[in-house]
């Protein structure tokens, strides 16, 4: 079935979703973007992202053409006008149309497009056996240069990574920062467990502030585990008893091992398969 896509100011079929070939969001990478899920109907922590779509585009520059109440309403126009029930949302903005140059002041009318589709992150054995892991040897943007905080259009850092992840036969790649620390995934941010407690890299360690990881933490806290945001190294995760990963797409994931090392027992680990139960719950729920 052919989608209804939101495109400006309206919703039009998928055929006639058409944007300029100038625009500075495909010349460039230049614009942002959210993805998002939609559980029974429900848009999930649907303000969280229109937040950090925000944030994203004020750290850019980029003025996103519509108040965030009416952008929220089209989200939630768009995923009624594809009856979707379960399924994922790509919400971007870019630039617009501009001149064959970087100048910002020759693009005019941002673009919204609103995509209500459905997404398959990772192959479903995946979820019950977890994920093998590798290090890409590209290293996360350095906040300095593009901060990995920023939702931008621009990926191919990740894509680099990704690709090394492919080519050694695995579906993802961990990222490390320009310090050698831990960042995150190529999509998605990771965890550890270590004696009973929730370790993560802090926001500030090159990664992207996952609204997931956000609900997690919070779920992991409400079920009585600490929950500690810190600097981790590749031997961090190697002794580590658990491991996962966190994402709008990817839900909760589990990772067995690391650069050919298995992480704890080798299998998704309790603490792991308790907070994916958690957060299945949430996503029944709708959200906290
Ligand atoms: N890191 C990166 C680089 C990502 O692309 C994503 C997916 N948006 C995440 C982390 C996870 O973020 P969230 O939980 O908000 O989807």
Redesign the pocket.
């Known amino acids: 079935m052919p989608l209804k896509i939101f495109l400006s100011d309206r919703l039009v079929d998928e055929a006639d979703a058409k944007v300029s070939v100038f625009d500075h969001g495909l010349l460039y990478g230049d614009g942002v973007f959210e ?1 998002i899920r939609v559980y029974g109907g429900k848009v999930f922590l649907h303000d969280e992202h229109i937040e950090r779509l925000y944030e994203s585009a004020r750290a850019i520059r980029l003025v996103i053409p519509m108040e965030a109440a009416a952008l929220k309403k089209a989200v939630e126009e768009t995923v009624a006008a594809n009856n979707l029930s379960d399924g994922y949302i790509r919400l971007v903005v870019t630039r617009g149309a501009g001149s064959l140059g970087l100048d910002i002041r020759k693009t005019s009318n941002p673009q919204v497009i609103i995509i209500a589709d459905t997404i398959t992150m990772y192959p479903p054995e995946t979820y019950t056996n977890g994920m093998k892991l590798v290090t890409a040897s590209t290293i996360r943007n350095h906040p300095g240069a593009l901060s ?1 905080r920023i ?1 931008s259009l621009n990926y191919l850092n ?1 894509i680099m990574a990704r690709i090394e992840g492919t080519d050694a036969g695995m579906v993802e790649a961990l990222m490390l920062n320009h310090k050698g620390e831990v960042a ?6 990771i965890f550890i467990i270590k004696k009973g407690v929730l370790l993560t890299p802090p926001k500030d360690a090159g ?2 502030e ?4 956000n609900a997690v933490m919070r779920l992991a806290r409400e079920a009585g585990y600490p929950v500690r945001e810190e600097p981790l190294t590749r031997h961090d995760l190697y002794v580590a008893d658990e491991c996962f990963l ?4 990817a839900e909760v994931v589990a990772v067995v091992s690391l650069d050919g090392r298995p992480i704890g027992t080798g299998k998704p680990g309790p603490i792991t398969n308790d907070l994916l139960k958690r957060f299945q719950e949430l996503t029944k729920k709708g959200g906290f």
């Open positions: 993805g990995p939702k990740n995150e995934c190529t999509g998605d941010n990664i992207l996952g609204i997931t990881r966190t994402g709008t797409a």
